[in-house]
């Protein structure tokens, strides 16, 4: 490892295959134990827990002991090398063939950037599966280098807070463990690449709306074949725009509250995104948003050894790589307690707990009342209703447009609408007014957001 390698790890923080330790300790053991376990890598010695250096001295006695810990792990651990690097000791970890690990503490694994104690249970699926090459794992043939967007490589850094200068996608994708010197992995080209369903077909969401009940009368559809990023953005645009939502103003502070909260449905977003069997062909998630429920489903069922009464407490995971990126990009949490918040979330709202069924997809069904449902709002329908707020035909008209088209520009909603470009910004400052729309980002690279 190089020095710039180096910095540029510690940038992006600690997660699944890296961990930060202040000083030297014997409880290392412990990491070594959860590194093996699961995708291997590095202990970094003398950068804390907020990736600031510290220091820590590599010394001959240091270097014995961390290998005779290793030795004494069961099996032995494979330390392939320890080394000063800078004012930080590198301690790299070999991801282990004879899995489940264990040291004198017990058995342990990485849980995005925690290291985990694992249960009896845990432990059982890790032997089980100890062998079973992941989808998200397997090198993806038919990409190159040239195929990845340092587009999506910047948008990932800034939805993880990192600062970075030059933009080198082989060492940044080889520091997220997306790829190897052999080529990059299949969960490096779901997030990164300029046209991930080129190289995996099954890379898609499908998100519709229908009118009523049944799966007959369509009011809407989109289907997004991009990024893993970009899906879960359009499904809760596309849920935000569907479901109805009540303002309160007190003083110059504006709140929305939606039918159904917004943070359980991000998590059941994120969770279809991050749980869904990938190696499955010619399958989608799904977003249907019904006059009385909301469907998020997501093609491979329950994990192997999860189950409906274990959810929220035994934390299994299909796409470790894929949860680790959503860890770091802030929309899931990294102790994977998502059912627990869709729970906290559903019970503050006053709301019942979405049923939840696996019959080879996994099924999240939140209930709408009646008296939401009739009144929500769709493409083909009166946007304005939806805050109680009467909207002029044009305004609705402008509306259902950037409803469809997000990126839509003044001048071209002025051709298709047959009005003058300063009648559209008229209008759609009136629209802002109202709390209606909103632009995201610059005038030249943003979007819009239907309110």
Request: charged share 30%; hydrophobic share 40%.
């Amino acid at each position: 490892m190089k020095q710039k390698d180096l910095k540029l790890i510690i940038k992006e923080g600690e997660g699944l295959t890296v961990e930060f330790k202040e000083k030297y300790t014997p409880k290392i053991d412990r990491d070594l134990v959860a590194l093996a376990n699961t995708r291997g890598r590095f202990v970094f010695l003398g950068v804390n827990d907020e990736g600031q250096v510290i220091g820590e001295k590599l010394t001959n006695r240091m270097k014995a002991d961390i290998l005779s810990l290793a030795r004494n792990c069961e099996p032995h651990i494979t330390i392939p090398k320890i080394s000063q690097i800078s004012k930080v000791v590198v301690i790299e970890v070999s991801e282990g063939d004879e899995k489940p690990y264990s040291c004198s503490s017990g058995y342990f694994r990485r849980l995005d950037a925690v290291t985990q104690k694992m249960t009896h249970k845990e432990v059982g699926l890790l032997f089980k599966n100890a062998n079973v090459i992941s989808f998200e794992e397997r090198l993806c043939r038919d990409v190159s280098w040239n195929d990845i967007s340092r587009e999506k490589i910047k948008t990932f850094f800034k939805e993880a807070g990192i600062s970075t200068g030059e933009i080198n996608p082989q060492d940044i994708l080889a520091s997220l463990n997306l790829a190897t010197k052999d080529g990059i992995k299949n969960a490096g080209v779901l997030f990164f690449a300029r046209e991930p369903r080129r190289h995996i077909g099954q890379c898609e969401t499908i998100l519709v709306s229908f009118k009523g009940t049944k799966r007959l009368d369509i009011i809407d559809r989109k289907d997004v074949q991009d990024d893993l990023w970009t899906q879960y953005q359009e499904a809760m645009i596309f849920l935000k725009r569907h479901l109805s939502v009540r303002t309160e103003i007190k003083g110059l502070d504006r709140k929305d509250f939606y039918e159904i909260p917004l943070e359980a449905l991000r998590e059941a977003v994120a969770n279809a995104i991050i749980h869904r069997d990938y190696s499955v062909r010619g399958t989608s998630i799904m977003v249907e948003v019904y006059d009385d429920r909301v469907i998020i489903k997501n093609p491979g069922g329950f994990p192997a050894g999860m189950s409906q009464d274990k959810l929220g407490d035994l934390s299994v995971r299909r796409n470790e790589l894929i949860a680790d990126i959503f860890a770091r990009m802030h929309r899931v949490e990294r102790i994977g307690s998502g059912f627990k918040r869709i729970r906290e979330s559903m019970v503050s709202a006053g709301l019942p707990f979405p049923k939840i069924s696996s019959n080879g997809f996994f099924f999240i069904e939140f209930e709408r009342s009646k008296k939401t449902g009739a009144k929500r709002i769709g493409l083909g329908e009166k946007l304005g209703v939806k805050l109680g707020v009467k909207l002029g035909v044009n305004q609705n008209r402008i509306l259902e447009l950037i409803a469809k088209d997000r990126f839509a520009t003044i001048v071209g909603i002025a051709a298709k609408l047959k009005l003058s470009t300063t009648a559209v910004e008229n209008n759609i400052a009136k629209l802002k007014e109202k709390g209606m729309l909103r632009r995201e980002g610059s005038d030249k690279s943003g979007h819009w957001q239907v309110l």
